[in-house]
C-alpha cells in the first residue's frame, strides 16, 4: 500500500519488504515512507531564512539584548552576555531593525550621538511606554558586528522624507569627508559600515501609512530612487510587500509592487500563524484544538507563498527578485503574567518548535524565490527564540529548533515525496509526518522529520543510506516549555534511526522533530 502511495505521488517506484520484524519489540502501529530525489537538487537554501527580527516593542531591545555598559547583569559593552553567547551558538545571519511598524515612526537621529543627550520618545505602535534611544544605529551595528550577521536596516517612508532616508544611509555609509561621515567618526565610528539590506518602509498598507497598493508602489518607487550608496556594497535594497493579517487584499498588493518596483531588488512577505476574526491561542495550558489549529495555521504559510510566488514569476520569470518573508511565527494572547510595557510577550512551547520545523519545511521547498526570511521576534516578543527575566536567560524550544536546523543553512535541497497517514482532529487534517532533505555543506546528507500528531508515535521508513544518526527535539505534553525555574525541561537528544532489511527506520515519538545525517 505505501509503495503504491509514493509511486502514485513522486512516479517514483520503491521496493522493499514489509515493516516489521521479530526483533523490533513495539512496533508503532502507524508507518510513513519518505523518498529523497537526490537527482534532481534545487537551489540553494539561502542560509538567511533562519535569519531573526528586533523591534524596539516590549522588551524586545531593551533588557532582552541590551542592558547598558553599567548594568550588574554580565554584558559586553551593553549587550546581554548570555544573549550574546546564545545567538552566537546559532550562527544567526541576519537581523531587521529597527521594525516593524517601529520603524514607520523611527527617526535615526534620535539615536546617534551621547546618550545621556539622545531624546525619549513615546512609542507610538504596540506601546505606549517611552524609548530612551540608548540603542540606536551604533548600538545596531555594532551588536551585528559582535554576533557576525549581516545587517538589514528598515527605513521609514510613513513619517520621514526620502531625503531623512538618504541621510541616514550616508550616515552610516560615508568613506569620504561629508559632514555625515564627520559627525558618524566624532560619534565613536571611523570606518564606514556595511549595510547588506535596506527596508524602504514596513507595511505601507496599514502602520505605514494606510496606502493603497498602487500608491505604495509609487511611494517604493520614489524611495528607493533616493538610496544611493556606493555600489561596491552591494546593498539590497527591499520593497515592502504584502501581509496575509493586513486585512487588505495580498494578492493585488503583490501585483502592484511587482509591476512597479523602481529601484529596490528584493520584496517582502509577512504572515503570522494567528487566528483572524476567533481569539487567539493561549501560548501554555492550551488544548489539542488549538495545537491542531496552530499547526494548520503555520502550513497556510505554503499556499500563500505559492500564490504570491505565482503572481511574481508573471512578471519576473527569471526568478531575479527574491522574495523576503520578513516577518513570521506564532502570534498568541499576551502572557497573563506580562507587566505593563511587556507587549506581545508570550511563553514558547513545544507547539512552536513544531510550527518553526513546519516553516521550515515549507521555506526550503520554495527556494527558487524565497531568500531570506525573519522570525518575529527575535528576544521577548512574539515567538521568541530567547527570553530573559532580569538576569535569567532560557532558550525557547523555537531555539533549539533553529539550532537543530543549522546543517540546512546553504544546504542544496531535494524533493521529498512522503506517503504518509494523516493527522485528523476535528476539520483539521495534515499529513502525520513532514520532512525535508537536503546535502549539507559538508556532503552530508541531512534529513528532517516531523511528526505532528500529539499522541501517535510512527514508524518512518526510507530506502536512502545505511545509517543515520542526530538530535530530536520533544516533550510529554503538547506544551512543554523551558520556565525561568526550569530552563533545561525541553532540548535536543541524540536520536539514530535502526538499518533493517535495506531500509532505514526512524521510530518517531509523538509531537516529535528530528534531524539526523544520513550515511
Ligand atoms: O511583529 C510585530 C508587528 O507585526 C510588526 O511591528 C509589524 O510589522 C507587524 O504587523
Redesign the pocket.
Known amino acids: 500500500m505505501l509503495e503504491k502511495l509514493i509511486t502514485a505521488a513522486a512516479g517514483i517506484t520503491l521496493a522493499f519488504a514489509a515493516t516489521g520484524s521479530a526483533a523490533r519489540a513495539q512496533e508503532p502501529i502507524a508507518q510513513a515512507v519518505v523518498a529523497i530525489e537526490t537527482a534532481r537538487p534545487g537551489a540553494p537554501i539561502n542560509r538567511n531564512i533562519y535569519g531573526h ?1 528586533a ?1 524596539h ?1 516590549g522588551r524586545g531591545i531593551y533588557e532582552g539584548i541590551w542592558v547598558g555598559p553599567d548594568s550588574r547583569i554580565p554584558n559586553i559593552r551593553g549587550y546581554r552576555r548570555d544573549v550574546v553567547d546564545a545567538l552566537r551558538q546559532l550562527e544567526v545571519p541576519v537581523i531587521r531593525w529597527p ?4 520603524s514607520e515612526v523611527y527617526d535615526w537621529r534620535d539615536g546617534i550621538g551621547p546618550r545621556a543627550q539622545r531624546p525619549v520618545r513615546t512609542r507610538m ?2 506601546d505606549d511606554t517611552v524609548d530612551s534611544n540608548d540603542f540606536g544605529t551604533h548600538e545596531y551595528l555594532d551588536f551585528m558586528e559582535l554576533i557576525g550577521a549581516q545587517t538589514y536596516v528598515s527605513g521609514n517612508v510613513g513619517s520621514m522624507s526620502p531625503r531623512d532616508m538618504q541621510l541616514w544611509l550616508e550616515y552610516m555609509t560615508a568613506d569620504n569627508d561629508s559632514t555625515l561621515a564627520k559627525e558618524r567618526r566624532k560619534n565613536g565610528r571611523a570606518k564606514p559600515w556595511k549595510i547588506d539590506f535596506f527596508g524602504i518602509g ?2 505601507t498598507w ?2 505605514g501609512g494606510n496606502m493603497r497598493p498602487e500608491y505604495a508602489a509609487d511611494v517604493n518607487a520614489r524611495y528607493s530612487a533616493f538610496i544611493d550608496p556606493p555600489a561596491s556594497m552591494g546593498l539590497v535594497k527591499v520593497a515592502s510587500g504584502a ?1 496575509v ?1 493586513g486585512g487588505g487584499d495580498y494578492e493585488a498588493f503583490t501585483e502592484a509592487m511587482m509591476k512597479h518596483m523602481g529601484q529596490t531588488d528584493a520584496l517582502s512577505f ?1 504572515y ?1 500563524a494567528m487566528p483572524m476574526g476567533r481569539p487567539k491561542s493561549e501560548a501554555l495550558g492550551f488544548g489539542e484544538d488549538e495545537w491542531a489549529d496552530v499547526l494548520d495555521l503555520a502550513r497556510q504559510m505554503e499556499p500563500m507563498l505559492a500564490r504570491v510566488s505565482a503572481i511574481m514569476d508573471k512578471h519576473d520569470p527569471d526568478k531575479k527578485v527574491p522574495l523576503f518573508v520578513d ?1 513570521w511565527g506564532t502570534w498568541y494572547k499576551l502572557d497573563k503574567n506580562a507587566k505593563p510595557g511587556e507587549h ?1 510577550f508570550q511563553q514558547a512551547s513545544l507547539r512552536d518548535a513544531m510550527v518553526a520545523a513546519l516553516t521550515f519545511n515549507i521555506f526550503h521547498r520554495h527556494t527558487d524565490r524565497v531568500k531570506m526570511a525573519n522570525i ?2 527575535m528576544v521577548n ?2 515567538q521568541a527564540v530567547i527570553l530573559t527575566e532580569g538576569d535569567k536567560m532560557v532558550l525557547t524550544p523555537t531555539y533549539h529548533l533553529f539550532d537543530l536546523y543549522k546543517p540546512f543553512m546553504d544546504a542544496v535541497p531535494y524533493p521529498v515525496s512522503i506517503a504518509s497517514p494523516e493527522y485528523i482532529h476535528g476539520k483539521i487534517a495534515m499529513p502525520m509526518v513532514d520532512a525535508t532533505a537536503a546535502r549539507g555543506k559538508d556532503g552530508r546528507l541531512y534529513l528532517a522529520l516531523v511528526n505532528v500528531d500529539p499522541d501517535r508515535a510512527i514508524s518512518v521508513s526510507t530506502l536512502m543510506g545505511t545509517s543515520a544518526s542526530g538530535r530530536i527535539l520533544t516533550g510529554p505534553a503538547m506544551d512543554t516549555n523551558n520556565s525561568f525555574a526550569a530552563p533545561d525541561t525541553i532540548k535536543p537528544v541524540p536520536f539514530a534511526g535502526t538499518s533493517i532489511n535495506g531500509r532505514l527506520v526512524f521510530d518517531l515519538p509523538a509531537k516529535s522533530v528530528a534531524v539526523v545525517a544520513i550515511d
Not at 99 to 102: A, I, K, P, Q, Y
Open positions: 527580527f523591534e516593542l521594525g516593524g511598524c517601529f505602535h504596540w514596513n507595511e496599514g502602520c501581509s493579517q509577512h503570522y516577518e506581545h518575529a521576534q516578543v512574539l
